[in-house]
């Protein structure tokens, strides 16, 4: 353990972890404090690889007093501040020009479970907490993001939104948190305790706080998980067979994988993913997937869960250690959308997509579609479109990649491409999910919270009253 000081160097404004006579405020801490190295490039950049901001200081701590010592210096002088977790958000959300990146991950224990619940530290990966869980027979009660090297505070500062079709996203399934507002109080909060910091936390892109500690719910552990793989060439077919199976409601999980034309089939070929999860009680049961008529040959498997929930974090894997997947350019588009216009919408931004915005030939990249039982999300953070609580909505992902060099102007061109395609999608009442790369102007976030946009406001006054929490999606710049 080393103990070190935090300092505040006037004249310069210069950070620095070593004592000197300027030094304006000092606090003891368990953790480390980083100015220079590895720890401050990390800490610059995120898995987009398309902003770059670097902070003056990286805070790892040990613990949550630790963190609030630092919030409290940064709220004393004005200095910007923003929590981290792996970094997969992919327009600089986590970044911090000139402040203090507080590293989250450096919290990662796995503080106890029982049938109901888990405590973990917020900087505990999924793919840790999955496996851990599993040892024990149990599950997080939720759903699971595609890729789970990500932290427990990441996603829940996002939202977390899987392939699990009928439960909402993970932000859902949270009994407390802990976390360090931006006045560098240390705060449980739940729907009893703190309510409106609760809510203003999940999903609130780090801009109340840093969470620090979750309480999760957690459910048994299925027996084993059957899954099948159906492909279909044309999308209205394809829509009708996910809308019967929603409807008909025996299936855990459905979601589409849109290959790129070319690949499959000369026509975008949309890959139908399904999965059951069987509890062991009773006879297994039959007919999942009778009646639906794919246009191809039907993969099916039975697997324990644990494979099942990592196998897409296996293929990034993979194409991290042979495609050089993590420099790759990830100008990655998010959007929710009703059920009444995703049809359109897909078809239309199928429609318009050149061989790079499906990666191709030099990324790697999905296009997904996830449908989501509307009236189960309860978190205001997360913005959804208008629906019924019976109605579907979709959020659909085009997670395009390429390497950093073939075109300098890759970038900014599918950066045009997202905001075309996102003022689209407004126009049609849908919203964006933040966590790719839609640059936010501050009238946009203002759009984007709409009717909850003077909640917003409130929470921040109270919680972040020196506003310096959590700058890189520009809600600061927002404020009034
Ligand atoms: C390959 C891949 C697949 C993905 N699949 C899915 C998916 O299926 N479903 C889905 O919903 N998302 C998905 N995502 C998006 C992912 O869930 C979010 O990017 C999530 O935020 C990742 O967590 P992180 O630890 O990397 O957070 P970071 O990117 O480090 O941080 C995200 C934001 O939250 C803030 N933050 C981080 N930690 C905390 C904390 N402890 N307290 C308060 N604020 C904090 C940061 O300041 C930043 O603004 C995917 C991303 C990738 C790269």
Not at 205 to 229: E, F, H
Request: contains cysteine; negative net charge.
């Amino acid at each position: 353990m080393t103990d070190q000081a935090l300092y505040w160097r006037r004249p310069g404004q210069d950070w620095a972890s070593a004592v000197t006579e300027s030094a304006v405020a000092a606090s003891v801490l368990t953790g480390d404090l980083f100015v220079t190295g590895d720890a401050v490039r990390e800490a610059s950049r995120d898995f987009g690889r398309v902003v770059d901001r670097r902070p003056h200081a990286v805070l790892r701590p040990r613990t949550a007093e630790d963190v609030a010592k630092v919030v409290r210096f940064c709220h004393d002088h004005r200095v910007p501040l923003a929590p981290q977790g792996t970094g997969h958000m992919t327009q600089g959300q986590r970044l911090v020009e000139a402040g203090v990146a507080v590293d989250v991950t450096a919290l990662r224990t796995i503080r106890g479970h029982g049938p109901g619940w888990v405590d973990v530290d917020a900087g505990v990966l999924w793919s840790d907490l999955v496996r851990t869980l599993a040892a024990a027979g149990r599950r997080f009660a939720g759903g699971l993001t595609g890729y789970l090297p990500v932290s427990v505070g990441g996603t829940l500062s996002a939202g977390g939104v899987g392939p699990d079709c009928h439960n909402g996203a993970q932000i859902d399934f949270v009994e407390r948190i802990q976390i360090v507002t931006g006045s560098g109080d240390i705060v449980w909060a739940s729907e009893r305790e703190h309510p409106t910091l609760f809510n203003a936390a999940l999903g609130g892109i780090g801009q109340v706080g840093v969470i620090t500690r979750a309480v999760l719910k957690v459910t048994a552990l299925p027996t084993g998980v059957r899954s099948w793989v159906l492909p279909y060439t044309d999308q209205v077919a394809a829509f009708a067979v996910m809308r019967e199976l929603l409807d008909r409601g025996t299936l855990d999980e459905v979601f589409c994988v849109v290959a790129p034309p070319g690949t499959l089939a000369p026509v975008p070929t949309f890959l139908l993913h399904l999965a059951h999860y069987e509890d062991g009680a009773g006879a297994p049961r039959e007919g999942f997937v009778d009646g639906l008529y794919p246009r191809g040959p039907v993969q099916e498997e039975r697997t324990d869960y644990v494979s099942h929930v990592t196998k897409y974090s296996a293929i990034m894997e993979r194409w991290q250690r042979e495609e050089r997947w993590d420099d790759c350019v990830k100008p990655w588009f998010d959007v929710w959308h009703a059920d009444a216009v995703i049809d359109s919408f897909v078809g239309d931004v199928l429609g318009q997509m050149t061989a790079e915005d499906w990666s191709l030939p030099h990324g790697k990249g999905f296009v997904l579609l996830m449908p989501h039982r509307a009236g189960v999300f309860r978190r205001s953070r997360l913005r959804l479109p208008q629906q019924g609580p019976d109605d579907w909505v979709w959020l659909f992902d085009v997670l395009t990649s390429s390497q950093p060099d073939p075109d300098p102007l890759f970038t900014e061109k599918m950066l045009r491409r997202n905001q075309n395609w996102l003022n689209a999608a407004r126009r049609a009442g849908g919203f964006a999910y933040p966590v790719g790369s839609q640059v936010f102007t501050p009238e946009d976030w203002r759009h984007h919270y709409g009717d909850t946009w003077d909640e917003v406001v409130r929470t921040k006054k109270i919680h972040d009253p020196a506003r310096i929490l959590t700058p890189g999606p520009g809600i600061n710049a927002a404020l009034p």
